[in-house]
């Protein structure tokens, strides 16, 4: 059930005080004062206030500030410079309630007596923090100085009466706040007591519905009462456990919903395995009693050990569209068992609603499904925390006033209609037998074994129920939860449940957040349960002797409106519209047949739905990388041309079979070839239907008449980086479809990023046996060896990195790098000075495998590449670019005067010219002109490397 609809809102106000100096002294008598809305008071700090700071004390639930104990805005200096704050703040009689410390902080928040949530008081117009601010949360009254004062006037009421031994009391005016403002000058005990005793009125009713549902076979019935009793005990210990263990001090347990059908499927199940080996009732008594306690005992130690090993969050897996049809189901379930416990019918399908057309049964039915009803809009449209309470009291007083107005004796209400208003009045048991039953000698073990799959199924939906309302808690708390801790809690109580003969159970998150809502953070509401509870449990009567049947119905009714509503109408908001027709599945399956298989089939349906939209995401993303090598101006020209003649894919995820059709699709859809290829050349329309038959795939073809060799593909890439896996459906259907278009039309199938796994598995099916199959190390080393591939193939002549200078000097190599990449003629004296150019750099050899700088030192040289290659890494394993002859190295961390960003290795033996800092200081000095083209050679090197790098940094982040 959820109840958070009924929680108040605790009224506050914010007040600004004056920041006038008091001339309170030590001997000022103080004066009491009733707050009347719980407000935040801020105590102002003033310049003729001490530095130090009294500790207030409390005692008795009241707070007393000592005449020199006033807090000070933050932004009012002490005498001595520094600011003070409260440090800490608790709550209790004769304890301390802070301390202070001098430093150089702010302001914090502090709350009294209850929580320790804090908030800071803001000026609303200009956001600046104004003081820190006391929250008087439950104290019923506050000791001050006598001349205190809130905005110039007395907080004070303004008649006294006295109140502390000889002290004057002022009279407390009218009260003519809210409700919810006169909760919060309750009383420190009053409060838990009251809320105690709400939370053990809505469980009591709950408890007697919950056994009704468990054991609901007919076998049962001789025994209801004595199984209600334990059920109510059950309850008394979850809470007792949660008390103890949870972290939520306000945390309110009991028997839980979640688990309720498979202990009432369990417990069918015995009776019926029994019976059909001719057991005793005592037998079967004892044999579905130990059963239900030792599976509650085995879920808190499972729960315990998934808490410990911190598994919670595998435990989440299962899908919320199947619990959302189970819960909906467990309201079906309860709405036979209403009707049942109303009609005395046993009404377990829908098959068995015939037997309530009879129309005197309806009289005994339709108010109990009327208070069901009236109770569902109580809850829905009242937020008064007492409603739910006085409603479930009134229902039977209602009955009973009707009763003594038609002047109807017991007898006649015990035989109304053949069935009876209410249950006989048997002979109670005192309640220390109601353990009786439990006789370990007797149990059939034969009947275990096949309730173990229904144990699994349990401890799984109650692990993931718990985890829901945990979840819940933790929204409505506002503080990170640790979910293992909290499952371990859970487990804890249900260990308790099931030694001492009890049922599963949770935390009953409505009820906690009604709770929390209340302003009560302390344990005691929740002990105050115990004692109610376990006096019921002692009553030498059973509640059913007394309580009309309706009321149990009317309750259980109530909890299955509730929940059908909440999963079969309000979820479609909540999920997707194919997520709720999987929850309308899994509570038609689980209602058409049995527990397990409907949770089967729901879980198989949310399979088949997260494989269908696997297949449909995009697993495949064409791109336009580059390499990070850095090229010449005609190999960049060339490049450029035959820019599509690289195609380039970045696959993803877990590629089965599937994904395997839309993936060979969208890469067939960017393979553009000729009618006829190389190959194909001179091919009849025979051979030519021969080769479309071999290939099951024909990629996007060019007009036979069209010879723009620039928009052919050459080379096929697929990056299987981010690739999770490949199963053997796709690797044949997909991959070696693929290679074997790419042999029958020239292109080139490079793999980069091949995991261990999937490469092996490529072997097997022959993927890699094609010669026109390449393999690379990682995406940039591909792109490498596309692009180094086709500049051989359209120019043999021309090297794929190096540039093609007149002389063999610096000046050369850089005449030759601004040639070609400007786009007019220089003259061959552009560096000429009267000192060479290369008097300001040093040469410097390197062998291969050399390291000229690593990533994060001082970059105070720059790098020309004489002859040679380099490679610079980032992060010791990401390629960021790869530097030929002409190429700047250094150049971005150089100028910006920060430390490398890259590492850079020597591909090869190669030479470099090196120009310091201090020398282009120089050259700045002596040759101007010199200077100002060699800048103009690295700024051409940075623009023409700009978008690269920038797709590099993208690439490697």
């Given at each position: 059930?959820?109840h958070?609809?009924?929680?108040?809102?605790a009224?506050?106000?914010h007040?600004?005080?004056?920041?006038e100096?008091?001339?309170?002294?030590?001997?000022?008598?103080?004066?009491v004062?009733?707050h009347?809305s719980?407000?935040?008071?801020?105590?102002?700090?003033?310049?003729?206030?001490?530095?130090s700071?009294?500790?207030p004390?409390?005692?008795?639930?009241?707070?007393?500030?000592?005449?020199?104990?006033?807090?000070?805005?933050?932004t009012?200096p002490?005498?001595?410079?520094?600011?003070?704050?409260i440090?800490?703040?608790?709550?209790?009689?004769?304890r301390?309630?802070?301390h202070?410390?001098?430093?150089?902080?702010?302001?914090?928040?502090?709350?009294?007596s209850?929580?320790?949530?804090?908030?800071?008081?803001?000026?609303?117009?200009?956001?600046?923090?104004?003081?820190?601010?006391?929250?008087i949360?439950?104290?019923?009254?506050?000791?001050?100085?006598?001349?205190?004062?809130?905005?110039?006037?007395?907080?004070?009421?303004?008649?006294?009466?006295?109140?502390?031994?000889?002290?004057?009391?002022?009279?407390?005016?009218?009260?003519t706040?809210?409700?919810?403002?006169?909760?919060?000058?309750?009383?420190?005990?009053?409060?838990?007591?009251?809320?105690?005793?709400?939370?053990?009125?809505?469980?009591?009713?709950?408890?007697v519905?919950?056994?009704?549902?468990?054991?609901?076979?007919?076998?049962?019935?001789p025994?209801?009462?004595?199984?209600?009793?334990?059920?109510?005990?059950?309850?008394?210990i979850?809470?007792?456990?949660?008390s103890?263990?949870?972290?939520?001090?306000?945390?309110?347990?009991?028997?839980?919903?979640?688990?309720?059908?498979?202990?009432s499927?369990m417990?069918?199940?015995?009776v019926?395995?029994?019976?059909?080996?001719?057991?005793?009732?005592?037998?079967?008594?004892a044999?579905?009693?130990?059963?239900?306690?030792?599976?509650?005992?085995?879920?808190?130690?499972?729960?315990?050990?998934?808490?410990?090993?911190?598994?919670?969050?595998?435990?989440?897996?299962?899908?919320?569209?199947v619990?959302?049809?189970?819960?909906?189901?467990?309201?079906?379930?309860?709405?036979?068992?209403?009707?049942?416990?109303?009609?005395?019918?046993?009404?377990?399908?829908?098959?068995?609603?015939?037997?309530?057309?009879?129309?005197?049964?309806?009289?005994?039915?339709?108010?109990?499904?009327?208070?069901?009803?009236?109770?569902l809009?109580?809850?829905?449209?009242?937020?008064?925390?007492?409603?739910?309470?006085?409603?479930?009291?009134?229902?039977?007083?209602?009955?009973?006033?009707?009763?003594?107005?038609?002047?109807?004796?017991?007898?006649?209400?015990?035989?109304?209609?053949?069935?009876?208003?209410?249950?006989?009045?048997?002979?109670?048991?005192?309640?220390?037998?109601?353990?009786?039953?439990?006789?370990?000698?007797?149990?059939?073990?034969?009947?275990?074994?096949?309730?173990?799959?229904?144990?699994?199924?349990?401890?799984?939906?109650?692990?993931?129920?718990?985890?829901?309302?945990?979840?819940?808690?933790?929204?409505?708390?506002?503080?990170?939860?640790?979910?293992?801790r909290e499952?371990?809690?859970?487990?804890?109580?249900?260990?308790?449940?099931?030694?001492?003969?009890?049922?599963?159970?949770?935390?009953?998150?409505?009820?906690?957040?009604?709770?929390?809502r209340?302003?009560?953070?302390?344990?005691?509401v929740?002990i105050?349960?115990?004692?109610?509870?376990?006096?019921?449990?002692?009553?030498?009567?059973?509640?059913?002797?007394?309580?009309?049947?309706?009321?149990?119905?009317?309750?259980?009714?109530?909890?299955?409106?509730?929940?059908?509503?909440?999963?079969?109408?309000?979820?479609?908001?909540?999920?997707t519209?194919?997520e709720?027709?999987?929850?309308?599945i899994?509570?038609?399956?689980?209602?058409?047949?049995?527990?397990?298989?409907g949770?089967?089939?729901?879980?198989?349906?949310?399979?088949?739905?997260?494989?269908?939209?696997?297949?449909?995401?995009?697993?495949?993303?064409?791109?336009?990388?580059?390499?990070?090598?850095?090229?010449?101006?005609?190999?960049?020209?060339?490049?450029?041309?035959?820019?599509?003649?690289?195609?380039?894919?970045?696959?993803?995820?877990?590629?089965?079979?599937?994904?395997?059709v839309?993936?060979l699709?969208?890469?067939?859809?960017?393979?553009?070839?000729?009618?006829?290829?190389k190959?194909a050349?001179?091919?009849?329309?025979?051979?030519?239907?021969?080769?479309?038959?071999r290939?099951?795939?024909?990629?996007e073809?060019?007009?036979?008449?069209?010879?723009d060799?620039?928009?052919?593909?050459?080379f096929?890439?697929?990056?299987?980086?981010?690739?999770?896996?490949?199963?053997?459906?796709?690797?044949?259907?997909?991959?070696?479809?693929?290679?074997?278009?790419?042999?029958?039309?020239?292109?080139?199938l490079?793999?980069t990023?091949?995991?261990?796994?999937?490469?092996?598995?490529?072997?097997?099916h022959?993927?890699?046996?094609?010669?026109?199959?390449?393999?690379?190390k990682?995406?940039?080393?591909?792109?490498?060896?596309?692009?180094?591939?086709l500049?051989?193939?359209?120019?043999?002549?021309?090297?794929?990195q190096?540039?093609?200078?007149?002389?063999?000097?610096?000046?050369?190599?850089?005449?030759?790098?601004?040639?070609?990449?400007?786009?007019?003629?220089?003259?061959?004296?552009?560096?000429?000075?009267?000192?060479?150019?290369?008097?300001?750099?040093?040469?410097?050899?390197?062998?291969k495998?050399?390291i000229?700088f690593?990533?994060?030192?001082?970059?105070?040289t720059?790098?020309?590449?004489?002859?040679?290659?380099?490679?610079?890494?980032?992060?010791?394993?990401?390629?960021?670019?790869?530097?030929?002859?002409?190429?700047?190295i250094?150049?971005?961390?150089?100028?910006?005067n920060?430390?490398?960003?890259?590492?850079?290795e020597?591909?090869?033996?190669?030479?470099?010219?090196?120009?310091?800092?201090?020398?282009?200081?120089?050259?700045?000095?002596?040759e101007?002109?010199?200077?100002?083209?060699?800048?103009?050679?690295?700024?051409?090197?940075?623009?023409?490397?700009?978008?690269?790098?920038?797709?590099?940094?993208?690439?490697?982040?």
């Amino acid at each position: 059930m959820d109840h958070h609809h009924l929680l108040p809102t605790a009224g506050s106000f914010h007040g600004a005080l004056p920041r006038e100096t008091t001339n309170a002294g030590p001997t000022a008598t103080p004066t009491v004062y009733r707050h009347q809305s719980s407000p935040a008071l801020i105590l102002p700090r003033t310049e003729a206030t001490p530095a130090s700071l009294v500790s207030p004390q409390t005692s008795g639930g009241v707070v007393s500030l000592a005449d020199k104990s006033e807090m000070y805005p933050p932004t009012s200096p002490q005498p001595n410079g520094r600011r003070q704050r409260i440090s800490s703040l608790s709550m209790g009689g004769g304890r301390m309630l802070g301390h202070t410390r001098s430093d150089r902080g702010s302001h914090t928040s502090l709350p009294i007596s209850t929580g320790f949530e804090t908030s800071p008081l803001r000026n609303p117009s200009s956001h600046a923090t104004l003081s820190p601010r006391v929250k008087i949360a439950s104290s019923a009254e506050l000791l001050a100085p006598s001349n205190f004062s809130v905005n110039g006037e007395s907080p004070l009421s303004s008649e006294t009466r006295p109140l502390l031994g000889g002290m004057p009391r002022k009279q407390e005016s009218r009260c003519t706040c809210s409700w919810a403002q006169c909760w919060a000058t309750t009383t420190s005990f009053s409060r838990p007591l009251v809320m105690g005793m709400i939370n053990a009125i809505i469980v009591l009713p709950v408890m007697v519905g919950y056994a009704q549902i468990v054991f609901k076979d007919p076998f049962f019935a001789p025994y209801m009462p004595t199984l209600i009793n334990l059920m109510i005990f059950s309850a008394a210990i979850h809470q007792l456990g949660f008390s103890i263990k949870s972290k939520l001090h306000f945390a309110i347990g009991s028997v839980q919903d979640a688990g309720l059908i498979f202990l009432s499927t369990m417990s069918s199940s015995i009776v019926q395995i029994c019976k059909g080996k001719g057991a005793s009732d005592e037998d079967i008594l004892a044999t579905v009693l130990c059963w239900l306690a030792m599976s509650t005992a085995l879920l808190g130690l499972a729960l315990i050990i998934t808490g410990k090993l911190r598994l919670a969050s595998l435990v989440q897996y299962l899908p919320l569209p199947v619990v959302g049809g189970y819960l909906a189901f467990i309201g079906l379930y309860c709405l036979e068992a209403g009707l049942g416990v109303m009609a005395h019918r046993d009404i377990s399908s829908p098959a068995d609603y015939g037997a309530l057309l009879d129309a005197d049964l309806w009289i005994l039915i339709a108010p109990g499904v009327l208070s069901g009803l009236i109770l569902l809009l109580i809850v829905q449209r009242t937020t008064h925390p007492a409603a739910l309470p006085l409603a479930l009291l009134g229902i039977p007083l209602l009955f009973y006033v009707v009763v003594l107005s038609g002047g109807w004796s017991m007898d006649e209400l015990r035989s109304a209609y053949g069935v009876g208003w209410i249950a006989e009045d048997s002979p109670q048991p005192p309640f220390y037998r109601s353990w009786d039953g439990f006789r370990f000698e007797r149990i059939q073990w034969y009947a275990i074994p096949k309730q173990l799959p229904t144990w699994l199924t349990m401890f799984i939906v109650v692990a993931f129920s718990s985890s829901l309302d945990v979840a819940a808690i933790q929204m409505e708390l506002g503080t990170p939860l640790d979910f293992n801790r909290e499952l371990m809690t859970v487990g804890f109580a249900n260990v308790l449940s099931g030694v001492t003969g009890g049922y599963t159970g949770s935390y009953i998150f409505s009820q906690t957040i009604f709770t929390m809502r209340s302003g009560l953070r302390s344990r005691m509401v929740g002990i105050i349960v115990i004692p109610f509870l376990l006096f019921t449990f002692c009553l030498p009567v059973s509640l059913q002797a007394y309580v009309p049947n309706f009321f149990f119905g009317a309750v259980l009714i109530f909890i299955a409106f509730d929940l059908m509503l909440e999963w079969l109408w309000h979820s479609r908001l909540l999920v997707t519209r194919s997520e709720y027709a999987i929850i309308l599945i899994t509570f038609a399956a689980i209602t058409a047949t049995t527990l397990i298989i409907g949770f089967a089939i729901g879980c198989g349906c949310c399979v088949l739905h997260f494989l269908f939209l696997y297949a449909r995401s995009s697993h495949v993303t064409r791109t336009t990388d580059r390499s990070s090598v850095s090229r010449g101006f005609n190999q960049r020209r060339i490049l450029a041309k035959y820019r599509k003649a690289i195609v380039v894919h970045r696959l993803s995820g877990y590629i089965f079979f599937g994904s395997a059709v839309s993936i060979l699709d969208t890469i067939k859809a960017s393979i553009k070839v000729h009618n006829e290829s190389k190959e194909a050349c001179g091919m009849s329309e025979n051979e030519l239907e021969e080769r479309r038959r071999r290939s099951s795939t024909w990629p996007e073809k060019q007009n036979a008449c069209e010879d723009d060799e620039e928009t052919l593909t050459h080379f096929l890439l697929l990056d299987f980086d981010v690739v999770n896996g490949v199963d053997a459906t796709a690797a044949r259907s997909l991959f070696v479809t693929l290679v074997q278009t790419c042999q029958n039309y020239g292109i080139t199938l490079v793999t980069t990023g091949l995991a261990t796994e999937t490469k092996k598995l490529l072997d097997c099916h022959g993927v890699t046996n094609f010669s026109c199959f390449q393999e690379c190390k990682c995406l940039d080393e591909g792109l490498q060896y596309c692009e180094d591939s086709l500049l051989a193939q359209i120019d043999p002549n021309l090297h794929p990195q190096r540039l093609t200078p007149h002389d063999e000097s610096l000046e050369g190599v850089l005449t030759a790098y601004l040639a070609e990449s400007s786009s007019f003629p220089l003259p061959e004296s552009i560096f000429q000075s009267s000192a060479p150019l290369s008097s300001y750099f040093k040469n410097l050899d390197v062998n291969k495998g050399d390291i000229v700088f690593r990533q994060g030192e001082p970059s105070e040289t720059l790098y020309f590449i004489y002859h040679g290659s380099f490679l610079l890494r980032r992060h010791a394993q990401y390629r960021a670019g790869h530097y030929g002859q002409g190429g700047i190295i250094g150049d971005i961390d150089f100028f910006s005067n920060s430390n490398r960003s890259f590492t850079a290795e020597a591909q090869e033996d190669s030479r470099l010219y090196a120009l310091s800092r201090q020398d282009l200081n120089r050259l700045y000095a002596d040759e101007p002109r010199l200077a100002t083209m060699l800048l103009h050679v690295v700024l051409k090197s940075l623009s023409l490397n700009a978008t690269q790098n920038r797709l590099i940094l993208q690439r490697i982040k």
